[in-house]
């Protein structure tokens, strides 16, 4: 079973728990710390032989195009991640196509490919903003990996399904959904595939994830984002849960990754499409 890897690439203060912090207007004047983080990243796939998505935001193509071109020039499959950090739950719908077609001609202009795929930021595709998959549809992108089938205090659909389905289907056009990868425990969908569950959950934890999900003929689904292999990024007082969440196991996060890289099989999500 081929799994599927995937990055978030965004800044150290894109995160939705900065925002507050970092308005957009005082992006420019912040450290720029994705490039040497991405090259950590880039490094890593190709001593493993490993192709994984981008998906990128606009600001940060726009800012650094070089990291686009890294990525396309290593063999990766280039995908949105919107243009400036948004939720889709804090936009309209004509916001929303605003902002994601912005980041879509800017990723082709500098690529000079099809972007296919889109993933919103902090999994704002939730039951909510269904609208948007239309959206995705009619600017000609292929598939969405936004739903997380849990419940959180930012994001979730508990009942969506577990594996890929169709997301939207109108007049000829077509959206897939690859939802996160979850487990079933004690009836309950546990996430595990990324981010701050893979920095704080222990390996075998992760492992068991992944195992459960190809038993049940799964690909399971890895995300992480750039700042999460930068322990000398600036760090602030988020207080003790978010802090917890945002920060834990950062200085440990890469040779986790690289553990997991070499127990399994990975890929992009292009690999599944067809």
């Known amino acids: 079973m ?25 992006w420019d004047s912040q450290p720029q710390r994705v490039r040497g983080n991405m090259e950590k990243l880039l490094g890593l796939f190709e001593e493993k032989g490993i192709k994984a998505t ?29 243009s400036y950090h948004r939720m889709v739950t804090k936009m309209t719908p004509e916001e929303f196509r605003e902002d994601l077609k912005t980041s879509l001609d800017i990723l082709q202009d500098i690529s000079g490919e099809k972007v296919l795929g889109f993933r919103a ?18 600017l000609g992108l292929r598939y969405d990996s936004s739903v997380y089938p849990i419940w959180h205090d930012r994001y ?13 289907e109108k007049n000829g056009l077509k959206l897939e959904e690859f939802p996160m990868s979850t487990m079933q425990w004690f009836g ?9 569950y893979l920095r704080i959950f ?29 322990a000398e990024q600036p760090r ?8 917890w969440r945002h920060y834990y196991n950062i200085d440990k996060n890469l040779e986790k990754l690289a553990q997991l890289l070499d127990a399994f099989e990975w890929g992009p999500f292009r690999d599944h499409l067809n």
């Not at 800012?63 to 990525?71: C, G, T």
């Open 236 to 243: 602030l007082n988020l207080g003790r849960l978010q802090s």
């Open 188 to 196: 309950k969908n546990m996430p595990f595939g990324g981010g701050g």
């Open 202 to 230: 222990p390996n075998a934890i992760t492992r068991m994830g992944i195992r459960k999900m190809n038993r049940e003929n799964l690909p399971a689904i890895m995300y992480m984002h750039p700042w999460e292999f930068d």
């Open 54 to 82: 981008f998906f990128t935001l606009g600001w940060v193509a726009q800012k650094d195009p070089q990291i686009i071109k890294d990525i396309v020039s290593g063999g990766h499959e280039l995908a949105s991640h919107g």
């Open 2 to 26: 081929k799994n599927i890897i995937s990055v978030d690439v965004e800044e150290w203060f894109h995160p939705e728990a900065l925002q507050e912090r970092f308005p957009r207007d005082t």
């Open 121 to 138: 930021p902090t999994f704002s595709v939730v039951k909510e903003t269904f609208w948007s998959l239309e959206i995705m549809a009619e």
């Open 156 to 168: 979730g659909v508990p009942d969506a399904p577990r594996k890929r389905y169709v997301a939207f």
